[in-house]
């Protein structure tokens, strides 16, 4: 099944806002993922939207509960 370009765009957009919000938070907190999640507008990509705020804040070091 292809993706159409609009939708390929909103995933993109909504990775970029993730990281935008990630970036800014403190590396001693510990946060709530749907708490970050719920700020992006993407329901029909919920279960890859929550991988990728996972991924990220790993990447940045920050403590989590699901």
Known sequence: MK?????????????EQLEQIIE?????????????????????RNTELTEATIMLLNKYGIDYRE
Do not use: M, S, W
């Open 24 to 44: 800014v938070i403190d590396p001693v907190e510990t946060v709530n993922v749907k708490d970050i999640t719920g700020r992006i507008k993407l329901a029909d």
């Open 3 to 15: 993706e159409c370009k609009h939708q390929t765009d909103t995933y993109k957009a909504a990775l």
